[in-house]
């Protein structure tokens, strides 16, 4: 190895349906409570940490409009203060955020279509909200990824994708250490972006729970015949599961885990060191060319390569079909709508709601949680497909 040094990029992804937290926190407060203290865990961890911690966060829209939200906001006011949240997330050093879809789909299970507005509002919102952030990298929902994203993510300023490494091939020759462990380029027609490579069973240990001794030493011996730096790349969801939700000091991820490694590394006793991906790039470069199969992260009982999670069963087949009808129909009138010129502020206000009632069903908890969830696909596309009859009325 050229260095002993090896980096590692943690990702931690925090998302809640809409409506989710506000159910929680009226008929499940505990549930809720565990969510809310998690996610306050995160800047009150790193507080303290601006030399050597080093976290990207990603928020779907969905979380921030709840947080943002002034009666949820009084509501949640006896476990977090959510405008502190916020604010410490959008503004400590040892964070950078990512951006994401709005409505948290699965992209490639969505028609494209839709694909610009969940990523421009979401943007939209990160720039209200987080006005001075600059936000380079990608979290794709569900790590949900198709080569025919590329060039809208290029339009939308991105410079990097987070990928999981069950579906990254290589286009330039080279081992199985440098496809994972090295930012690659991956092209589609003219456009092209930097690819990261989540480690899967790496990250299956950072969301499961593992020793911090246990886990150094994993690395150890995949990175040990790297002939360079390599760039360790861990990814899981930071609200959910006992690991992240235990409030018992000493229990949880932050005090069990990130602590201990940060004190090893402020002593010099650890060769894992937490760095931005935006950093290593700019020391390390990029290595090589690689292709991207369509696919998500593993849900743990399904590999994420074919989906399986959001569209096995024959429900969620019709609801995603029923989606693309509707989508189809909402653009095709929102075109109208603009060939036209049309300024009737009813019309407008209609078609605006089928649009966003449409991009919201498309939420990928809709499909993850099968047929017990699919019907709230269906609730927001009756609604869409209502403001279309009546905006129908208005082109007449």
């Known amino acids: 190895m050229t260095d002993n040094t090896l980096y590692h990029a943690l990702v931690l992804n925090l998302h809640q349906p809409a409506g989710n937290l506000e159910h929680l926190l009226a008929y499940n407060e505990p549930e809720a409570r565990d969510i809310l203290l998690a996610m306050e865990r995160i800047p009150r961890t790193l507080r303290n940490e601006q030399e050597f911690g080093r976290l990207h966060l990603s928020l779907s829209g969905t979380l921030l409009e709840t947080l943002n939200h002034p009666e949820f906001q009084n509501r949640a006011s006896g476990i977090v203060d959510c405008d502190a949240l916020l604010d410490q997330l959008g503004s400590q050093q040892a964070i950078e955020l990512l951006g994401t ?136 969801d930071g609200e959910n599961g006992d690991w992240f939700r235990n409030a018992t000091p000493g229990g949880n991820f932050w005090d069990a885990f990130y602590q201990p490694l940060l004190n090893q590394v402020r002593a010099g006793a650890s060769m894992l060191r937490p760095v931005f991906i935006r950093d290593y790039i700019e020391q390390f470069g990029v290595f090589g060319e690689v292709t991207v199969g369509s696919g998500a992260w593993n849900t743990g009982w399904n590999d994420g390569r074919d989906f399986m999670q959001w569209a096995g069963t024959q429900a969620q087949k019709n609801a995603l079909t029923r989606l693309d009808e509707v989508s189809q129909a909402v653009q095709a009138a929102l075109q109208d709508a603009t060939s036209i010129g049309s300024r009737n502020p009813e019309l407008l206000n209609l078609l605006e709601e089928a649009h966003w009632r449409v991009l919201r069903s498309e939420t990928s908890c809709n499909f993850f949680w099968g047929d017990a969830w699919v019907m709230r696909c269906h609730a927001d596309l009756d609604q869409a497909c209502e403001c279309l009859e009546r905006a129908n009325a208005c082109f007449a």
Do not use: K
């Open 101 to 236: 879809g709005y409505y948290y789909p699965v992209l490639p299970l969505v028609p494209p279509a839709d694909w610009e507005a969940h990523l421009e509002r979401w943007q939209r919102c990160a720039r209200r909200l987080f006005p001075n952030s600059g936000i380079e990298g990608f979290w794709p929902p569900e790590m949900g990824f198709c080569m025919e994203m590329i060039p809208l993510l290029r339009r939308c300023g991105y410079t990097f994708v987070l990928v999981d490494s069950e579906h990254v091939q290589p286009v330039t020759p080279m081992g199985w250490e440098a496809l994972r462990y090295r930012p690659h380029v991956a092209r589609f027609g003219d456009d092209e972006i930097v690819v990261i490579v989540r480690d899967r069973e790496l990250s299956s240990l950072q969301a499961n729970g593992t020793d911090l001794d246990g886990f150094l030493r994993e690395i150890q011996a995949r990175t040990q015949d790297c002939d360079f730096t390599p760039l360790v790349t861990t990814c899981s």
